[in-house]
């Protein structure tokens, strides 16, 4: 199946903004020190030509086709739709399958797509990312691999135990992995340190894993995600004849949510973001910025929801390395505002419970990360009791990272 | 320009030497140690600008992101950064210009219009947002709230900085601006001079306003070359490792005082312009 061209549909101003014209709220924008704003513009300048440049979107395409796999299947969930009550009562439940891509998530497409614009139009000798699950690290140090870059990853030192898989892969490929022991230990320290080297290396490009930090990186990321999104409505129609009732995407940052939820942002698809409820919302020990109380806060480059306690970062806490981030990328928050994604959670048990029922019901180790997706599928469909409905849930990775501790849990639940 | 700095820049010109600008980050380790820091720092500082902690600063070494830790540990948040203020303001002898500077999100979550008015109740003299929006409309409120209560706007400039952004970022710029001598992180390289000149040329040619170079001086000889071509040196890293040390050591309050005054005291015979 062929890539469609990219239409704008949900544009930031010239600032990087997304604006609630019913509030005047601002989402986005370029909080950063002043010494990174012209690496910044050079990356906006590199993303505009490269949208425009044919020659690099066909030798793209060539690349996200052979090499990354981005035709992975929808998958009707027979198991899945009868758990939830059956076609006759729920309609239908199918399963987006970007675990199967190269590397085992989603993540490869916007990693790759963004390795790929560094050295051919950036003209970047260095990639400099940030990594939580080690996924977007995995894939971005896959592209340096092949794209002959060198790569430096950001990673927190609890991240870096908790999915020692995924980073020892990364490694393998020739990563240069930087263990940062600064705050939480996590995602969010790990992107700060991705921002202080690029400051000290302005040559390198910075290769962000969500759609989040400075303007122009929410809407490239986005972008480039977007490309799963667009493949998957074309075969959604195929499949259906129409466009999803319902999406269901996790949300830590937002780009799984939007490489989905994007193309679709202009039909009647309802679309679910999912946050981790961690132990519970209630016991203020989780990963929910939108459910978690978040309110508007300036960090790492963007304006958005973000958790704090007074004004400083909050620790978020999840099973699931790839949502333990304590905001949400500006144009998610923005859609949230307006009201076209709404959001459910997750508990960590419930994901864990979640993922002993794909392991043993439908032959799929999924990333915990989807899990959470998974359940609160299950949940919402469940009450909408709409047999006429067609529901797609994106299964956005594999679990291989995950195995130790799910094997531990399914032991200690025996 | 606010008369605090107004003043030290032309006692600086008239005595034809550079300011010394030290910097440490409030309530580091804790609120008393600290105010003892910066009494002491007054004694040999033109200028003193005090950080207010940022738990996921962007711009900061792991000296600064240490110290940053420390002091949110110790409770510090912008409030009692003002209290600080305030309170050694009161008890020193001399009037020389204190400077809040720090991260905006601590700013716009204690809102725009408090902060404003807190600096000026607490004497606060000048206002950095390391990283603040050059195009957002909370940059411009923060500017022209600062300017109606004659609290300077201090902007930063790079060397990767062009023409077109530094005539910009000036129009927001008061007192003085403060250029990095280096594209990297707080006191991670030496101080480059070729860089500073390449920067003072573009401001130079655009405002009279004065430069002040932060980033990489550690010693007098840096403060002695840095002085040359600017009107003030800024230092940091250096005072706060001597915090850090001294909280390694378990060094007591009034000790790591008289030891950041007694570097300081050294960097000044630096300040002579020849």
């Known amino acids: ?172 490929y020739g990563a240069k992995i930087v263990v940062v022991q600064d705050s939480t230990k996590t995602l969010l320290p790990a992107m700060a340190s991705a921002l202080r080297s690029w400051q000290s290396n302005p040559d390198a490009m910075y290769v962000v894993g969500s759609v989040a930090g400075p303007s122009p990186y929410p809407r490239m990321v986005r972008t480039w995600a977007s490309i799963i999104g667009r493949l998957a409505k074309k075969q959604f129609k195929q499949i259906t004849g129409g466009v999803p009732s319902t999406l269901f995407a996790v949300c830590g940052g937002g780009s799984n949510l939007m490489s989905m939820a994007y193309p679709l942002l202009r039909d009647t698809t309802q679309i679910f973001a999912i946050e981790s409820a961690g132990e519970g919302i209630e016991t203020g020990r989780h990963g929910a910025t939108i459910l978690g109380g978040g309110k508007m806060g300036i960090l790492l480059g963007f304006k958005s929801k973000v958790v704090m306690h007074s004004a400083q970062i909050a620790e978020s806490l999840t099973e699931a390395s790839g949502l333990d981030f304590a905001a949400v990328g500006p144009e998610v928050a923005y859609l949230h505002d307006i009201g076209r994604i709404k959001f459910r959670s997750t508990t960590d048990l419930e994901a864990k419970k979640t993922f002993l029922l794909c392991a043993e019901q439908l032959g799929i180790i999924p990333a915990i990360e989807a899990c959470y997706v998974i359940n609160a599928a299950l949940k919402e469909i469940k009450k909408r009791k709409n047999p006429k409905e067609n529901h797609l849930i994106h299964l956005c990775g594999s679990g291989e990272s995950n195995v130790a501790r799910m094997i531990k849990f399914k032991r200690e639940n025996e | 320009m606010n008369k605090n700095f107004e003043k030290i820049f032309a006692k600086a010109k008239q005595e034809k030497r550079g300011c010394l600008i030290g910097f440490v980050t409030g309530m580091d380790p804790d609120y008393e140690t600290s105010k003892k820091i910066l009494i002491e720092m007054s004694k040999y500082c033109d200028a003193v600008e005090v950080g207010n902690p940022f738990n996921t600063s962007t711009s900061d070494s792991a000296t600064i992101m240490d110290a940053n830790m420390r002091a949110i540990k110790s409770g510090a948040d912008t409030g009692k950064i003002f209290k600080l203020i305030k309170e050694v303001k009161s008890e020193i002898q001399n009037n020389i210009p204190f400077l809040i500077m720090g991260y905006m999100n601590p700013v716009y979550i204690y809102s725009i219009k408090k902060f404003a008015k807190s600096c000026k109740e607490s004497m606060v003299d000048g206002c950095i947002i390391v990283d603040s929006d050059n195009n957002a409309p909370e940059d411009k409120e923060i500017f022209e709230e600062l300017s109606k209560i004659d609290v300077a706007y201090i902007k930063l400039i790079g060397p990767t900085n062009d023409e077109s952004y530094i005539k910009k970022t000036l129009k927001k710029c008061s007192s003085f601006c403060y250029v990095f001598s280096y594209a990297g992180l707080t006191g991670a390289k030496q101080v480059n001079l070729e860089n500073v000149k390449k920067s003072a040329k573009l401001i130079r040619k655009n405002s009279k306003i004065p430069i002040g170079v932060g980033f990489g001086i550690r010693s007098r000889s840096d403060v002695s070359k840095v002085v040359q071509i600017s009107d003030a040196a800024i230092v940091g890293s250096g005072i706060v490792e001597i915090i850090g040390n001294g909280v390694k050591n378990k060094i007591s309050g009034l000790d790591l005082a008289i030891n950041v005054g007694q570097y300081l005291k050294e960097l000044r015979e630096g300040l002579s312009k020849k």
């Open chain 1, 1 to 172: 199946m062929k890539i469609e061209p990219f239409k704008e549909i949900n544009p930031p101003d010239k600032n990087g903004y997304w604006t609630n014209k019913k509030t005047g709220e601002t989402y986005g924008g370029t909080w950063i020190s002043p010494l990174l704003i012209p690496n910044l513009r050079k990356v906006e300048k590199s993303f505009e030509k490269a949208l425009k440049d044919k020659k690099f979107l066909k030798g793209l395409e060539e690349k996200l086709l052979t090499f990354i796999g981005i035709n992975t299947p929808i998958l009707y969930s027979k198991e899945l739709t009868d758990i939830a009550g059956g076609e006759k009562k729920v309609g239908r439940i199918y399963l987006k399958r970007t675990d199967l891509h190269h590397d085992s998530s989603h993540k490869p497409v916007s990693s790759f797509s963004s390795c790929y614009m560094a050295k051919h139009i950036f003209k970047a000798k260095k990639i400099i990312c940030e990594t939580g699950a080690s996924m977007h690290s995995r894939s971005v140090a896959a592209a340096c691999s092949l794209l002959k870059m060198d790569c430096e990853v950001h990673i927190g030192a609890v991240d870096a135990e908790k999915v020692s898989l995924n980073k020892d892969i990364s490694e393998l």
